[in-house]
């Protein structure tokens, strides 16, 4: 990190060492959590999430009272979809029934080494920290790609990049689609021939804002995938800087970026902090 007096007078370190309130210093409290209450209708995450997935808060910290004791997102609401949802089914199941209890707490000294090897093993990389006002602070993987932005590498996009495309077609049914994206472990999917992708907040956007979270609607699983507007990835060479293609990533609405032979997203950023060949 450039400029940083308390990072050794210039001497080169790996970037794994140093804790998030150096890697992060002005901006890792920055973003205050959205919650939802373990007794709210998963309908009230539905309507909440297009509007904070991708972001840099990500997930929904859910409470009771006041106490975080879980977490929902994109991934727990098309679990849930494949359960074939009947009628109200949104309004009439409770948030606490499907959330997620892995919801990892840190502290401004967790070194970035340890915040990703938790990420490795909860497999998601958001995570919550106390702040000053006596609440919590989200930091999620786009907030990470700031590192990514500062650091001193050669290293090149293409090599964080997660080989191979995965693609949909517009004919698929939604339940064919949200199933790749699962068993896939990703959130996003390729129109074929394009540089066109849906997402879990595309299709939750879809249920929440067009179809009054199906509340009427008993076949939407299977439906095709003609009926989603579509986000549109950024084309990026696999030559480009580590860098530049945080930068580039970090200023997207939808971050995605689409290579010739593979994607990048701010989790495979993340992954890819990991090298030792970062310094700061």
Same mark, same amino acid.
């Given at each position: 990190?450039?400029?940083?007096?308390?990072?050794?007078?210039?001497?080169?370190?790996?970037?794994?060492?140093?804790?998030?309130s150096?890697?992060?210093?002005?901006?890792?409290?920055?973003?205050?959590?959205?919650?939802?209450?373990?007794? !709210?209708?998963?309908?009230?995450?539905?309507?909440?999430?297009?509007?904070?997935?991708?972001?840099?808060?990500?997930?929904?910290?859910?409470?009771?009272? /006041?106490?975080?004791?879980?977490?929902?997102?994109?991934?727990?609401?098309?679990?849930?979809?494949?359960?074939?949802?009947?009628?109200?089914?949104?309004?009439?199941?409770?948030?606490?029934?499907?959330?997620?209890?892995?919801?990892?707490i840190?502290?401004?000294?967790?070194?970035?080494?340890?915040?990703?090897?938790?990420?490795?093993?909860?497999g998601?990389?958001?995570?919550?920290?106390?702040?000053?006002?006596?609440?919590?602070?989200?930091?999620?993987?786009?907030?990470?790609?700031?590192?990514?932005?500062?650091?001193?590498?050669?290293?090149?996009?293409?090599?964080?990049?997660?080989?191979?495309?995965?693609?949909?077609?517009?004919?698929?049914?939604?339940?064919?689609?949200?199933?790749?994206?699962?068993?896939?472990?990703t959130?996003?999917?390729?129109?074929?021939?394009?540089? /066109?992708?849906?997402?879990?907040?595309?299709i939750?956007?879809?249920?929440?804002? !067009?179809?009054?979270?199906?509340?009427?609607?008993?076949?939407?699983?299977?439906?095709?995938?003609?009926?989603?507007?579509? !986000?549109?990835?950024?084309?990026?060479? /696999?030559?480009?800087?580590?860098?530049?293609?945080?930068?580039?990533?970090?200023?997207?609405?939808?971050?995605?970026?689409l290579?010739?032979?593979?994607?990048?997203?701010?989790?495979?950023?993340?992954?890819?902090?990991?090298?030792?060949?970062?310094?700061?």
């Amino acid at each position: 990190m450039e400029g940083n007096s308390n990072l050794g007078q210039g001497r080169k370190t790996g970037i794994l060492q140093y804790p998030l309130s150096i890697l992060l210093k002005t901006s890792l409290l920055s973003s205050p959590i959205v919650t939802v209450s373990e007794d !709210d209708p998963v309908k009230e995450a539905v309507n909440l999430l297009p509007h904070n997935l991708e972001t840099f808060t990500d997930s929904l910290v859910v409470v009771r009272g /006041e106490v975080p004791v879980g977490l929902i997102g994109g991934s727990e609401i098309l679990e849930t979809l494949l359960e074939r949802p009947r009628e109200n089914f949104f309004g009439k199941r409770r948030i606490g029934e499907i959330m997620r209890r892995n919801l990892v707490i840190l502290n401004p000294e967790t070194t970035l080494g340890e915040v990703i090897d938790t990420w490795l093993h909860t497999g998601r990389a958001f995570a919550i920290l106390p702040n000053k006002y006596h609440g919590y602070s989200a930091i999620s993987a786009r907030r990470l790609l700031e590192v990514g932005m500062t650091c001193k590498t050669s290293m090149k996009i293409g090599e964080v990049s997660r080989g191979g495309i995965l693609t949909f077609t517009k004919s698929q049914k939604v339940r064919e689609i949200i199933k790749s994206m699962l068993e896939n472990k990703t959130r996003k999917l390729v129109l074929s021939g394009t540089s /066109e992708f849906i997402s879990d907040r595309i299709i939750i956007q879809r249920i929440s804002r !067009d179809l009054n979270c199906l509340d009427g609607v008993d076949d939407f699983l299977e439906t095709d995938g003609g009926q989603f507007k579509l !986000d549109t990835a950024m084309r990026a060479s /696999e030559t480009d800087s580590l860098e530049k293609g945080c930068r580039l990533l970090y200023g997207m609405e939808s971050p995605y970026l689409l290579l010739p032979r593979g994607v990048v997203t701010p989790w495979d950023v993340v992954m890819g902090l990991r090298s030792e060949n970062l310094v700061c």
